[in-house]
C-alpha cells in the first residue's frame, strides 16, 4: 500500500474513532430510546462499495438487507462508517442542543470525517472514489492539510464540550468545516 495512503488511514481512523466517541456521548440517550431508525442498508453499502472505507472496516458484505450493520446496540462498524453516519443528526439531537452554539459545535463535530476526505482528487470526497488504483492518485498534501483542520477543529470541540466555552479563535478554525452538499 502506498506509504502517504497508509499514514493518512492511521490519522483519519484517529480522527474518526474520537469524533465517534463524542458524537455517541451526544447522542446516545435519544438514540437509545428512539422508536425511528435512521439506519439503513443503502447508507451502508457506502462501507462496503468505497475501497477507502473497505480498507479501515475490512467488511465486504452487509449484515442486513433491510438494516444494514444495525445490531441492538448501535452500529456494527467499529471503524470506517460512512461520513453521513456522523453527520447526520435528527431533529430531536439539533432540538435538545442547548442553545445556537452548541448546535454549531455538534454539526461542525458530525462534519469532521467528510471534510478530512473531501477534495481527494478533485472535487471528489476520497470515500466516492470507487476504483480502488484511483486511490494512489488522491492528492494527499490536500487531504492532510484538511485533516490538520479537522484536529485543531478537535481540541476545540473537546474543550467546548469540557469548559462550556469557546476560545477567541475558535470560529476561526471551525468555520474551515466544510459540510456535505446535502447538509447546506
Not at 483519519?12 to 435519544?30: A, F, I, K
Not at 488504483?133 to 488522491?138: A, D, G, I, R, S
Request: proline share 3%; net charge negative; glycine share 4%.
Amino acid at each position: 500500500m502506498n506509504p502517504e495512503l497508509n499514514q493518512f488511514i492511521e490519522r483519519y481512523t484517529e480522527l474518526e474513532r474520537e469524533v465517534q466517541q463524542l458524537v455517541t456521548g451526544l447522542c446516545n440517550s435519544l438514540c437509545s430510546q428512539c422508536t425511528q431508525i435512521c439506519c439503513r442498508a443503502d447508507i451502508c453499502e457506502e462501507a462496503i462499495q468505497s475501497p477507502f472505507l473497505r480498507l479501515i472496516n475490512k467488511r465486504t458484505d452487509l449484515d442486513s438487507d433491510a438494516y444494514g450493520f444495525l445490531t441492538p446496540t448501535g452500529c456494527g462498524i467499529d471503524i470506517g462508517r460512512p461520513t453521513v453516519c456522523y453527520e447526520y443528526f435528527c431533529y430531536d439531537h439539533l432540538y435538545h442542543q442547548l442553545d445556537e452554539t452548541h448546535e454549531k459545535v455538534m454539526k461542525v463535530l458530525g462534519a469532521l470525517p467528510a471534510h478530512a476526505t473531501h477534495n481527494a482528487l478533485g472535487d471528489a470526497p476520497l470515500s466516492e472514489i470507487l476504483q480502488e488504483e484511483k486511490l494512489e492518485q488522491v492528492d494527499f498534501q490536500t487531504l492532510e492539510k484538511n485533516l490538520d483542520e479537522c484536529f485543531q477543529a478537535l481540541e476545540i470541540i473537546k474543550t467546548f464540550y469540557d469548559e462550556e466555552t469557546l476560545s477567541d479563535n475558535a470560529d476561526r478554525v471551525l468555520d474551515r468545516i466544510t459540510f456535505s452538499e446535502e447538509d447546506i
